[in-house]
């Protein structure tokens, strides 16, 4: 009988969540920058192997803040650890441990279904890996850990193996060419967003969000084009002239990246058409909070 289960993927920011998921699923399935805090959704990621079918369920990094955005985000993680047969604790063996690994511990002591550890960033001349072992063994002395790298994929094999081990019996959820759910809206709005991380990351990483009005197929001759329109909304004018850039070059730059990754993910060219607006204070709005981040 074959093994079919979800898996969260749980650590502080900036522990490699997001790598790792696209590494196991052998394709990009949750954009990532070097910024804390890109994901802010779970994102699901199918791996499919002779052994079976694991849904990973990637998420917001784990940590402190009194802000009404970043509560939603953990509540989420704190969700997403009560509806999965698994979880999958990310350490970064990079970056000494603080008080958002404790609490991140203490989160996943309490927790009754099976939790794995994993250490990232072995490949790192920075790595410390056995003073991030013994920090963990001295809450979870019972744990089991492994020793990873999401970039150079040492590790993940072994990884997959023991985590197929805590899924239960089924016949898979998804079919065996998916390597995520993700809706085409969805998809569309987290690659502008990676782009405008990239090119704002100094400045505003977290004010903004995208929001997709209109996809459209169009026939055009003999090819078939996608046509988008969507907004990358911020919270101030001058936040809006910083996405704007001078002379427009900055969201220009931004709408050419993500036009070309979009194309990767469509079997027809695309055509984007991407503006700018203000949204005050969007951060402190439950409704679209609740919408943003889920």
Known sequence: MQKSGFTAIVGRPSAGKSTLLNALCEQKVSI????????RNKVRGIVNRDQGQIVFVDTPGYHHSSKKFNIHMVDLV???CEEVDAV????????PPGEEE????ALVA??????IVALNKIDMKTSA???ALHFILASLPEAEVLEISAVTGEGLEELLDRLYLEMPEGEPMYPQ???????PVFRVSEVI??????????ELPHALYVEVADMEQRQEGDKEILWIRAFLIVERDSQKGIVVGRGGEKIKTIRQAAQREIGKLFPYRVHLDLRVKVHPKWRHKDALLGRLIR
């Open 32 to 39: 990532v920058s070097d910024v804390p805090q890109t994901t």
């Open 78 to 80: 704190r969700g997403a």
């Open 88 to 95: 999958l604790y990310l350490v970064d063996t990079t970056r």
């Open 102 to 105: 404790r609490d991140m511990l």
């Open 110 to 115: 309490q927790l009754s279904r099976p939790v």
């Open 129 to 131: 890996r056995s003073e």
């Open 177 to 183: 060419d998916y390597y995520t759910d993700q809706d």
């Open 193 to 202: 967003r990676e782009k405008a991380i990239h090119q704002t990351k100094e």
